[in-house]
């Protein structure tokens, strides 16, 4: 939807999404109803139904909120539905389960209020009640979850998943968030970091919620989303760093090698060492192009705001240019290549010395292969970069 131009008169709109949820829904609608009325909140409840068929929807509407329903099936399609038709300047989303607290939702608004963009729940400072958080969930999934965000995206959030948070209705609309399962409640916490916005947290309570059938989430696929959603939107962890770590490994070890047989403790390393360290350094420099192919595409997607660093180098980086030294370095392998047939030639094409013949093809080979990804590379950074420069 395009951004509201005239002031809402409403200040807050309450987003729960919605899937078969017809023994809780009823007691989550009450008690936001109640917290505005408690507070004197102009405000609104809306439920983003996203297929139900046990009555949900029946229920809604006789307690007289408004319903919308989402096409798409999945966490963040309902949720963005939703959102799309809140006319609240702010934005609180919580799942209709009973888990979450509506009745308590003041520190929200009044982080909100104090100018914050997105304000997260902390069910670990608040208080987590028995049988609320599967065991897996508690102490390994989210734990880990959300150390991985905070040392990806140098964010300070201590629960990355909490699925009780507000923003401002502005704040939504600069992150266009595009996800429609459980990881959205990711994108938004990355893109709002990414956009350097002004993240705050308060406590919560989870308890356990009131359904009897089993909930929607699954441990090890939505686990698995959420990590691959955290690996994809930071390139840097994913290539670049490992990349690094390859490229810098192969050329000591390679340098080391090329002076002479190294030996640590009983462990020897010659040739053999080198041909695999020959590989190490091209997969390195393959993972430092995926980063730069990853975060262009993510760029010009529109899934990641574009950085600084990426800004500059396509000031630098051309079609013209890459291909240049693409050819550059594949010359220079050919020519090694032309000088260790010779000095083979001067032999009389006699049988060489193995420690010699493979340090020699090495130098002569890896430029070439190097050469060529270049050359190639810089065509597909050419395609991908339109609207990154």
């Not at 979450?100 to 208080?127: A, Q, W």
């Not at 390679?254 to 002076?259: E, K, P, Q, Y």
Request: glycine share 10%; hydrophobic share 45%; proline share 5%.
């Amino acid at each position: 939807m395009p951004p509201r131009i005239d002031p809402s008169p409403l200040e807050v709109s309450i987003v729960m999404p919605c899937l078969n949820e017809v023994e809780t829904l009823a007691i989550c609608i009450k008690k936001a109803q109640a917290f505005l009325k408690k507070y004197s909140i102009s405000g609104e409840v809306i439920i983003a139904d996203n297929g139900s068929t046990d009555g949900s929807v029946k229920v809604a509407e006789k307690l007289g909120v408004k319903v919308v329903h989402a096409a798409l099936k999945g966490y963040g399609a309902a949720l963005r539905e939703g959102i799309d038709h809140a006319e609240g300047i702010y934005v609180i989303m919580g799942d209709s389960d009973d888990s979450y607290d509506f009745s308590n939702l003041m520190p929200f608004i009044d982080k909100l209020r104090e100018g914050h963009d997105l304000v997260m729940g902390n069910r670990f400072k608040g208080g987590i009640k028995k049988a609320a958080m599967p065991f897996l969930h508690k102490y390994v999934g989210n734990p880990v979850l959300s150390y991985i965000g905070r040392l990806f995206f140098k964010v300070n959030i201590g629960d990355f998943h909490c699925g009780l948070r507000a923003f401002s209705r502005k704040s939504y609309e600069k992150m266009n968030l595009k996800t429609i399962g459980m990881e959205f409640a990711s994108e938004m916490v990355v893109k709002a970091s990414l956009l350097k916005m002004s993240i705050s947290e308060v406590p919560t309570t989870l308890s356990p919620d009131g359904r009897s059938r089993p909930p929607h989430l699954r441990t090890f696929r939505d686990g698995w989303r959420h990590l691959r959603f955290l690996l994809m939107f930071s390139p840097k962890w994913l290539f670049l760093v490992p990349g690094l770590v390859l490229l810098t490994t192969s050329l000591i070890g390679s340098g080391l090698i090329f002076i002479g047989p190294l030996k640590i403790g009983n462990v020897g390393f010659d040739i053999h060492t080198l041909i695999v360290l020959s590989f190490v350094f091209l997969v390195g420099i393959q993972f430092i192009f995926f980063h730069v192919f990853v975060k262009t595409y993510r760029v010009t997607s529109g899934l990641l705001p574009q950085g600084n660093g990426l800004y500059s180098f396509y000031r630098i980086f051309t079609l013209e240019k890459g291909i240049c030294t693409g050819f550059i370095v594949l010359l220079l392998g050919i020519v090694l290549f032309v000088f260790n047939f010779m000095i083979w030639e001067d032999t009389g094409f006699s049988e060489l010395q193995p420690t010699f013949f493979v340090k020699k093809i090495l130098l002569s080979t890896v430029p070439i292969i190097l050469g060529i990804q270049i050359i190639f590379y810089s065509f597909i950074l050419s395609l991908i970069s339109v609207g990154s420069k």
